[in-house]
């Protein structure tokens, strides 16, 4: 028999450098460079894929005319590989960018580090013994619950928010949006997801440079065709647009954000196949071929908040803060996730560009990061294909005596895991021959731990019910040390 199952196979995270020169006319100064790496498509081969995505940058700077926002975007393409990659592989990946480095001014030379992971879906099978009809064989077999996993496609829901704030907006100059789901269940033929959009804006107001994280929760159903109730789905959040606009004009004390959020990710059903584990027979003598495989026991996911808090101080030759204008959006690095005695850790780095007034009123910007390590759950029950997501859903930042930057905010981690369960089964089976009549009457056997009922059977030549009946004082499930009797006739 046949038993088909899926696999969600990560993929190593891959880092690389993309330089771009960006044209800024009439920059005099270049305040700070904000990137942003977005999915267009997959191309599936064999052992690789072709991975394209439109990586945008958001240039600050300073002219004649007071601070202004350039905006430049460029289709890029890379290459991923992996053993378990064909054409017809299904393929999730995410990118982010981890790292941002930029000189000169017009053109300005940027350097971005990107980093791409994510999963492929990979179908397996395997197949148990057919049992031979007339070998009179005694069979055991063992029920098991066996993953299928169908990716969901990407669906958009819009996402509308109105914020007041105190200050009057003259012009908003970047925004960059985040995306968590909270959480995600299943009904017929839909998902149900809540999550909230975090979009960081960099605004003037009066002339002076600010920067504001704004929450939009929102809900929503998505169409996942072959869902049901039983079925678990496992879904990611990314910005697929966002539009700010002043609805009353320059020195508008309000703003109305239209965010279009992607959900993708794919759904866990769960069949129940009845396996061969073992067999033998008390008149043939058979010749048995076991196998191993390992199947998903279930998908597990953790999502936890965790306050983040650091300080740099600034070199002696840069300039003195007088006071902080604003915080970047701040990009997360590549984070270590470790699995030990149940307990996952994850580690990295944050870096966000603060922007502050030195003592000469001059606007400079520094880099600063901030490095992590929390304990995200202390009974992880996952082995297997452990990795983990991170959004900065809130930074602030404030000077202190000495030069000092003080960073606080927010990050939210979600933890993907599989528990693998190791099945033996029965490959094949063969009769070779008629078995040879045992000629001992009486036969004791001493039950070892961890033996069952059938494993003393089988090592006597017997069946089940033949020893319960002949040894009736027998308790269930056996301990170990049991004596057991039984009696042929000869």
């Known amino acids: 028999m046949l038993i088909k199952g899926d696999k969600k196979k990560e993929f190593g995270e891959v880092q690389f450098y993309v330089d771009r020169e960006i044209a800024v006319g009439g920059a005099e100064e270049i305040v700070s460079v904000i990137a942003d790496a977005r999915l267009s498509a997959v191309e599936a081969m064999e052992r690789e894929a072709k991975v394209l995505y439109k990586l945008t940058y958001k240039v600050i700077y300073r002219s004649e005319e007071g601070l202004k926002c350039q905006e430049a975007t460029f289709d890029v393409s890379t290459m991923v590989s992996s053993a378990f990659l064909t054409p017809k592989s299904y393929v999730d990946p995410d990118l982010t960018v981890v790292a941002n480095e930029y000189v000169g001014t017009d053109p300005v ?13 990979v179908p397996e099978s395997f197949e148990t013994a057919e049992i031979p009809e007339d070998a009179a064989v005694l069979v055991r077999t063992e029920e098991v619950g066996v993953e299928r996993i169908e990716a969901v496609k990407e669906s958009e829901i819009v996402v509308t928010n109105e914020v007041d704030v105190k200050e009057g907006i003259d012009t908003v100059l970047t925004y960059d949006t985040q995306i968590i789901l909270k959480s995600v269940s299943t009904a017929t033929e839909i998902c149900i997801v809540l999550g909230e959009c975090y979009t960081y804006l960099t605004y003037l107001s009066g002339g002076s440079l600010l920067s504001r994280c704004v929450v939009s929760p929102f809900e929503g159903e998505i169409l996942a065709p072959g869902v049901g109730e039983s079925d678990r ?14 609805p009353e004009g320059a020195g508008s004390t309000k703003f109305r954000l ?40 279930h998908v597990c996911l953790s999502g936890q908040s965790e306050k983040l808090t650091g300080s740099v101080t600034l070199e002696d030759d840069a300039p003195r803060i007088r006071s902080v204008l604003c915080v970047c959006p701040p990009t997360v690095g590549a984070i270590g996730v470790s699995v030990e005695n149940g307990e996952v850790t994850a580690e990295g780095i944050v870096a966000a560009d603060v922007i502050y007034l030195d003592a000469d009123e001059r ?37 202190r005596h000495n030069d000092e930057i003080e960073l606080s905010g927010e990050m939210y981690f979600e933890v993907y895991g599989a528990k693998e369960k190791p099945l033996r089964y029965l490959q094949t089976v063969e009769v070779a021959g008629e078995r040879e009549a045992d000629d001992v009457a009486i036969s ?20 089940e019910d033949t020893l319960t009946e002949l040894n009736p004082e027998l308790e269930l499930p056996l301990k170990g040390g049991e004596k057991i009797l039984l009696y042929r006739s000869v």
Not at 110 to 121: A, C, D, L, N
Not at 269 to 290: F, G, H, M, P, Q
Not at 374 to 381: N, W
Request: glycine fraction near 4%; include cysteine; charged fraction near 25%.
């Open 233 to 246: 789905a496992f879904l990611k959040g990314v910005a697929r647009a966002t539009t700010v606009t002043l």
């Open 258 to 297: 239209e965010l279009v959020v992607g959900i993708r990710g794919f759904v866990v059903k769960e069949e129940i196949c009845r396996v061969v584990a073992d067999a033998y027979s008390t008149k043939s003598e058979l010749v048995c071929d076991y196998a191993e495989v390992s199947v998903e026991d």
């Open 363 to 399: 606007t400079v910007k520094t880099l600063v990061e901030i490095p992590y390590r929390f304990t995200l759950a202390r009974e992880f029950d996952c082995d297997a294909g452990v990795s983990a997501r991170a959004c900065v859903v809130s930074m602030t930042a404030r000077a």
């Open 444 to 463: 004791l056997y001493i039950a070892a731990p961890g033996e069952t009922l059938w494993d003393v059977a089988k090592a006597l030549v017997t069946d």
């Open 109 to 121: 030379k940027v350097r971005s580090t990107i980093e791409i992971k994510g999963f492929i879906i």
